[in-house]
């Protein structure tokens, strides 16, 4: 299984960006899937989540300004960011709940980073 996140950058507060994680290998299933970032010295945080009906769940930091959406046929979820902050920036990893195969435990699987810069 892996997990291949792209679109981050450099952007000016108020800008925008729009991650991508693609999921391939061997992908029984796929359950919830989620955004998580991690900024200088700090934890690695929760940014939003989507279940495979679509069910999105968001940080209160980010609720009314991030869209989490996914496209199951392409195994593949989004993050839009608007109004973007100085607070936003990050290494932003994609995670997956996957069976890989049949008769395997459902585990976690992350991505590698894509990194977001907001500054002017």
């Known amino acids: 299984v892996q997990l291949q996140a792209c679109g981050g950058g450099s952007v000016q507060p108020g800008g925008t960006l729009r991650l991508s994680c693609a999921a391939s290998g061997n992908l029984y299933s796929i359950d919830d899937m989620g955004w998580y970032r991690q900024a200088p010295g700090k934890q690695r945080d929760l940014v939003a989540t989507i279940s495979s009906p679509g069910r999105a769940k968001y940080a209160a930091s980010v609720k009314d300004r991030f869209t989490i959406s996914r496209d199951n046929a392409k195994k593949t979820i989004y993050l839009q960011m608007n109004s973007l902050i100085p607070e936003d920036t990050a290494v932003y990893y994609c995670?997956?709940?996957?069976?890989?195969?049949?008769?395997?435990?459902?585990?976690?699987?992350w991505g590698q980073g894509t990194e977001v810069t907001v500054s002017s």
């Open positions: 995670s997956g709940r996957i069976i890989a195969r049949w008769g395997d435990r459902r585990d976690v699987y």
